[in-house]
């Protein structure tokens, strides 16, 4: 089955009592037993149930159940969020004295638990030229663990060779560990190409239109944990299943950062229209990207399948498409807000992969808090837009962005 068949189809985990459609939302904390006996088999780990919905709850299992379906993962969890996926996955895998290995083209928030949460923690953080081999390996030591990459960085649209980084994590028995938000698993297929970790903000693409903040922590098997220390209790007791045995068992329970069920039901029904509403998104930013390309007033356009845009054979080696998200630049901040003030259609927002179109300008908002040397670092400049390309009508997109043009 492909990608909407396995998300219409995926099933429940149980069967409803009414054989409805669809799971009904479990919007309660904690479940009953028949007996102390059962009780106590459930939190000792001898038989599954729910007991507490922050620890596990029917309608969150068959979101990410259906996930698992979908990605033939090992192991699914659901979080709150995009950065409670990321939170809980480097903290289950990493302690004091540890050190990861990524770089500083990663989006804005992520970039700031790097620079200042992990180092609190007492975590080393190796900055590098993620698509340069030999900047990667010579700060790799014994205290290495994690290299960590977003397949396309949010929002420079830096696409590193993963293939490149799949065989220097095997190298040196490391964990490779990526954020796909950007390209979720309808666009990249983690599991093909050696992760062992795929982590994403459900609340792009999967959410459709918004609704919805959630996390996903997706455990593609292919990593031998019996090989990795910090997680030897879990892999002796639970083999192949020790990195979501210790979220569950530990990390994930003891941070809270649980999904809700409300949320758990809005995301797996987002779950369903995702490849229909990627395929308009691919279509219109394709469209789009030309047109701004060839706009006068326009100085540069950033969108990995552009002829001469040097990350477009990698882009065409690992993903659908990449993404609905590019830049562009205009002169300098006064005109980028003009332009951004003289839209009628498309949304002055953060977010991205909405089904609305939205735009901002990263530089003056999501990387506010970092010097100009720092955002110059990380190849910002003062006139550069993102759009995020939503699944509105074509016509009506370029309409709007030539009107506002007009204005600077």
């Known amino acids: 089955m492909k990608y909407t068949t396995k998300a219409l189809h995926a099933k429940y985990p149980k069967q409803d009592s009414h054989n409805a459609l669809r799971m009904p939302i479990y919007q309660n904390a904690a479940f009953e037993f028949e007996s102390a006996e059962a009780l106590e088999d459930v939190f000792c780990g001898r038989k599954t149930g729910h007991a507490y919905s922050r620890a596990s709850n029917p309608t969150i299992e068959e979101f990410e159940n259906k996930v698992k379906f979908i990605t033939s993962a090992n192991g699914v969890i659901a979080t709150s969020s995009g950065m409670s996926a990321i939170t809980n996955t480097l903290f289950a895998l990493l302690k004091a004295g540890d050190s990861v290995v990524?770089?500083?083209?990663?989006?804005?928030?992520?970039?700031?638990?790097?620079?200042?949460?992990?180092?609190?923690?007492?975590?080393?953080?190796?900055?590098?030229?993620?698509?340069?081999?030999?900047?990667?390996?010579?700060?790799?030591?014994?205290?290495?663990?994690?290299?960590?990459?977003?397949?396309?960085?949010?929002?420079?649209?830096?696409?590193?060779?993963?293939?490149?980084?799949?065989?220097?994590?095997?190298?040196?028995?490391?964990?490779?560990?990526?954020?796909?938000?950007?390209?979720?698993?309808?666009?990249?297929?983690s599991k093909k190409y050696d992760i062992n970790i795929d982590i994403l903000s459900a609340t792009k693409y999967i959410s459709g239109g918004g609704t919805t903040i959630g996390g996903l922590i997706i455990d593609n098997g292919n990593f031998d944990w019996t090989t990795y220390q910090n997680l030897k209790k879990f892999s002796d007791g639970f083999g192949s299943n020790a990195f979501v045995a210790k979220l569950k068992k530990q990390t994930f329970r003891n941070i809270g950062a649980c999904l809700s069920a409300q949320s758990a039901y809005m995301l797996s029904l987002g779950l369903e229209t995702l490849a229909l509403r990627a395929d308009r998104t691919g279509e219109n930013i394709k469209a789009l990207a030309s047109f701004l390309s060839n706009h006068e007033k326009i100085k540069s356009v950033n969108y990995p399948m552009l002829d001469g845009n040097k990350f477009q054979k990698l882009s065409n080696e690992y993903f659908l498409f990449p993404g609905s998200v590019l830049t562009f630049d205009v002169a300098n901040k006064s005109e980028a807000y003009k332009f951004m003030n003289s839209l009628k259609l498309?949304?002055?927002?953060?977010?991205?992969?909405?089904?609305?179109?939205?735009?901002?300008?990263?530089?003056?908002?999501?990387?506010?808090?970092?010097?100009?040397?720092?955002?110059?670092?990380?190849?910002?400049?003062?006139?550069?837009?993102?759009l995020s390309v939503g699944i509105e009508d074509i016509e009506d997109l370029i309409s709007d962005i030539s009107s506002a043009l007009d204005e600077i």
């Open 346 to 386: 498309i949304r002055r927002s953060t977010n991205i992969q909405d089904n609305k179109s939205l735009i901002i300008a990263p530089y003056h908002t999501i990387y506010a808090e970092y010097s100009v040397l720092e955002k110059e670092s990380f190849g910002l400049r003062e006139g550069t837009l993102r």
């Open 102 to 189: 990524t770089t500083n083209k990663l989006f804005g928030h992520t970039l700031s638990f790097f620079q200042t949460t992990m180092v609190d923690f007492g975590i080393t953080v190796h900055y590098v030229d993620i698509c340069d081999s030999n900047s990667i390996e010579d700060v790799i030591d014994d205290t290495t663990k994690v290299i960590f990459f977003e397949t396309i960085s949010n929002p420079e649209l830096v696409i590193p060779d993963i293939g490149l980084l799949s065989s220097i994590a095997r190298k040196h028995n490391l964990l490779l560990v990526c954020d796909s938000t950007m390209t979720p698993f309808y666009l990249f297929d």
